[in-house]
C-alpha cells in the first residue's frame, strides 16, 4: 500500500519545483490527495490544465521571466507571453504544444532532407496532382510542383483534354503567433540598435565575408535573448534565426527561389501580383508567394543597394548585378509601371556550363562540338544567334572554353555574364550616368570596344550586340581580330538582314569576315523546355554577280554528318597546324569520341 502523509502535497522525486502550489491545495476541496512517489514528470500540472479559463495560459512557476522588460509585456495585448528559462529541456513544454493549432507544421532543424515535412505529405485535392518535391535549403525550405487542370478560360482549345499548368510552391516553417511576435519584435531590435558595428565589422582584408556576417547577425540575436532573459528551444530558436537571416542578410520571401537552381528567371509583375519562375523542366510557372506595396519596394530598394545601383521616385529604372551574379532590372513606384514596383531576375550558375554539360543535357551534339572546338582552334570568328533565353550566352561561355589558358583575352558586357577560368583575362563593364551626376560620362559599350582594340587581344568577346558597337565589332574583324559574340536573330537571313540595317549599318562587304554562325532555340515537348543547337553555317563570301552573301550548312538539327572534308574551317586549321587529311580526320573522330564518352576521359 502506499503511504499517506497527512495535509501534505509532495511531488515527485523527479518533479521540477519543490513546493507544490497552493492552488492545487484549494481545488481538492479540504481532501487530501496524496501523490505516489513514483509519479513520473510526464503529466503536465494540473494548473495548467484547470486554469486556462479566458484563454489566460499561465506557465510553470519556476520561471524567472518575472523581470522581463516592460515593452514586452506590454504588446501582448493583456496576455503575459513568457518563455520558461528552463525551455532547453529535451521535453517541450505543454504551453507550446497547445498554441500550435491544428495546422501549424513545425520543421525539426535537425530533419534528414529525405524525409518531406508533413505538410507536404497532405493529401492534394482532386484537380491538383503534386508531381515534384525537393530541398531547397534544407531542413528549412523545400519546394513542392503542382500539377492543376481543369477550370481555365483560356488555353489551347484544339486538345481534348483538360488545359493544365504547373503551381510552385515554396514552404518554410511556420511560427506560432507568440513564437511571430517574438521574432518581429527582435527585428525591431535590430534595426532600431544605435551600435553602428553591428553589421559594419571589417576583417583584416577588408569587407565582411558571408560567414562572419552569419556570425555577427546569430551573437547578435543570442544577446537580444539574454538580455529580455528569454529562453528558447532549439527547434524555435533555429525557425527565428532562419527568418531573421533571411530577411536581413538575404532577399526575404525570394531567397528560396533564388536559391533553387532549377529557375532561370524570377518576375514580378506588380504589387499583390503572384511572382513567376521560369522552371529549367516546367518553364512559366506561377508561385504562391507575392509582395505588397512595401514589401516590393522595400525589396526593390535593398536590391539595388547591395548592387550599388541607385533608384528612385525620379530615376525609377535601373539595372543590376546582385551578389551572387544574377541580372535585375527594377522598376519602382507605379508611374512607369501601372500595376506597381516590378523586378524581373536572370538567374546565372555560379559554376558556367563546361562544353562537357551543353552534350550531355543535348544541347549539341558530339560532332558540332568538337567541330566548335576545331573553329577556337584555327582562330575563327563565331556569332551565337537566336531568341530570348535560348543560351546564347551560355553556348559563348562554354566554347571559350576551348581557348589556351596564356590567350589573352578582353570581354565587354553591360552586364557581366561571361566567366572564365583564363588569368590573361579582362573583364569590361558598361557604366551608365546618374541625371543627377552631370560630371560623371556615360561608358559604352562602343567606347569599351574603341578601348580593347588597343589592348592587343588575341581573343574578342562581346556579349551581345545590338547596335553602334557592331560596326566596331565587324572592323576589329576585318582587322585580324579572333571575335566571339552574340546576338538577337532566328536565321542567318534574319542576322544578315539585321546588321545590314539601322542602328548596325554594317555594309554586306565587311559580314563576309564572319566564319560561322551557329543557331540556337528554346522549344517545348511533352510541357518540358529544351534548348537546342538548331544548325551550324559558314560564310563563304558575297557572289560578285547577285551580291548575295554565300552559306555552307554545315550541321543540321537531327542530322549526324560524316568527317566534313569540304569545310573551310577544317581546312584552315589543317594549314594552321600543318596537317594532312587524314591526320585531320583522325583528329576530328577523336575529339568526337570525347565527347560520346566524357566519363572514360576522367
Known amino acids: 500500500m502506499i503511504p499517506f502523509q497527512q495535509k501534505t502535497l509532495k511531488d515527485s522525486p523527479t518533479a521540477v519545483t519543490a513546493d507544490p502550489p497552493t492552488d492545487l491545495q484549494k481545488e481538492d476541496n479540504e481532501k487530501n490527495i496524496k501523490d505516489s512517489p513514483t509519479t513520473a514528470t510526464a503529466d503536465p500540472p494540473t494548473d495548467l490544465q484547470n486554469e486556462d479559463d479566458e484563454k489566460n495560459i499561465k506557465y510553470s512557476p519556476t520561471k524567472f521571466t518575472a523581470d522581463a522588460p516592460t515593452d514586452l509585456q506590454n504588446e501582448d495585448n493583456e496576455k503575459n ?50 508531381v515534384e518535391e525537393y530541398p531547397i535549403r534544407p531542413p528549412f525550405s523545400f519546394a513542392k510542383i503542382k500539377r492543376k487542370s481543369g477550370g481555365f478560360p483560356f488555353g489551347d482549345e484544339i486538345k481534348n483534354e483538360p488545359v493544365s499548368r504547373y503551381i510552385y510552391e515554396i514552404h518554410e516553417p511556420v511560427l506560432s503567433p507568440e513564437t511571430e511576435k517574438l521574432c518581429q519584435k527582435i527585428k525591431k531590435i535590430l534595426i532600431s540598435s544605435q551600435d553602428p558595428n553591428l553589421f559594419q565589422i571589417e576583417t583584416k582584408n577588408g569587407a565582411l565575408r558571408s560567414n562572419e556576417k552569419d556570425g555577427v547577425l546569430k551573437q547578435a540575436m543570442e544577446q537580444i535573448l539574454k538580455i529580455y532573459r528569454i529562453r528558447l528551444l532549439e527547434d524555435e530558436k533555429e525557425k527565428i534565426y532562419y527568418q531573421i537571416h533571411r530577411d536581413f542578410l538575404n532577399f526575404g520571401k525570394i531567397q528560396p527561389l533564388l536559391e533553387d537552381e532549377n529557375i532561370e528567371d524570377i518576375s514580378c509583375s506588380g504589387n499583390a501580383c ?174 569599351l570596344l574603341k578601348t580593347a582594340l588597343r589592348q592587343r587581344p588575341e581573343y574578342l568577346l562581346v556579349g551581345e550586340i545590338r547596335g553602334a558597337e557592331a560596326y566596331v565589332l565587324f572592323q576589329a574583324m576585318s582587322t585580324g581580330h579572333t571575335t566571339l559574340s552574340t546576338m538577337h536573330a532566328d536565321s542567318v537571313e534574319t542576322l544578315i538582314h539585321r546588321l545590314e540595317n539601322p542602328p548596325m ?98
Not at 517541450?92 to 532532407?113: C, F, G, I, M
Not at 519562375?277 to 512559366?284: E, L, M
Request: with cysteine; hydrophobic share 30%.
Open 81 to 130: 507571453i513568457k518563455y520558461s528559462p528552463t525551455a532547453d529541456t529535451a521535453d517541450t513544454p505543454t504551453d507550446l504544444q497547445k498554441e500550435d493549432h491544428e495546422n501549424n507544421n513545425k520543421y525539426s532543424p535537425t530533419a534528414d532532407t529525405a524525409d518531406t515535412p508533413t505538410d507536404l505529405q497532405k493529401e492534394d485535392d482532386e484537380k491538383t496532382k503534386t
Open 274 to 447: 503572384p511572382i513567376f519562375i521560369f522552371h529549367k523542366r516546367y518553364g512559366s510557372v506561377q508561385t504562391n508567394l507575392s509582395l505588397g506595396k512595401e514589401e516590393s519596394e522595400d525589396l526593390i530598394r535593398k536590391m539595388a543597394q547591395r548592387a550599388k545601383k541607385h533608384i528612385s521616385v525620379s530615376e525609377p529604372l535601373t539595372d543590376a548585378i546582385l551578389p551572387d551574379g544574377s541580372r535585375a532590372q527594377l522598376t519602382l513606384g507605379d508611374e512607369i509601371t501601372s500595376k506597381g514596383s516590378t523586378f524581373t531576375i536572370r538567374k546565372f550558375n555560379e559554376t558556367p556550363y563546361s562544353p562537357a554539360d551543353l552534350v550531355a543535357n543535348k544541347t549539341f551534339t558530339p560532332e558540332i562540338m568538337a567541330y566548335l572546338w576545331f573553329c577556337v582552334n584555327a582562330q575563327m570568328n563565331i556569332l551565337f544567334v537566336g531568341g530570348t533565353a535560348c543560351g546564347k550566352t551560355t553556348s559563348l561561355n562554354a566554347v571559350c572554353r576551348f581557348i589556351p589558358l596564356h590567350k589573352k583575352i578582353v570581354s565587354i558586357e553591360d552586364t557581366q555574364e561571361i566567366n572564365l577560368p583564363h588569368q590573361n583575362w579582362i573583364p569590361s563593364l558598361t557604366r551608365e550616368k546618374l541625371k543627377s551626376q552631370n560630371t560623371v560620362g556615360d561608358v559604352s559599350l562602343y567606347d
Open 505 to 602: 549599318n554594317v555594309p554586306r562587304a565587311m559580314i563576309q569576315t564572319l566564319d560561322v554562325v551557329v543557331i540556337l532555340n528554346q522549344r517545348e515537348e511533352n510541357e518540358n523546355f529544351y534548348k537546342r543547337c538548331a544548325g551550324v553555317y559558314e560564310i563563304l563570301e558575297t557572289d560578285p554577280y547577285t551580291s548575295e552573301i554565300l552559306t555552307r550548312e554545315i550541321f543540321k538539327e537531327g542530322e549526324s554528318l560524316p568527317f566534313l572534308q569540304n569545310s573551310s574551317v577544317l581546312k584552315r586549321y589543317a594549314r594552321l597546324k600543318n596537317k594532312t587529311p587524314r591526320e585531320l580526320k583522325a583528329e576530328y573522330e577523336k575529339r568526337v569520341s570525347f565527347f560520346q564518352n566524357p566519363e572514360e576521359k576522367k
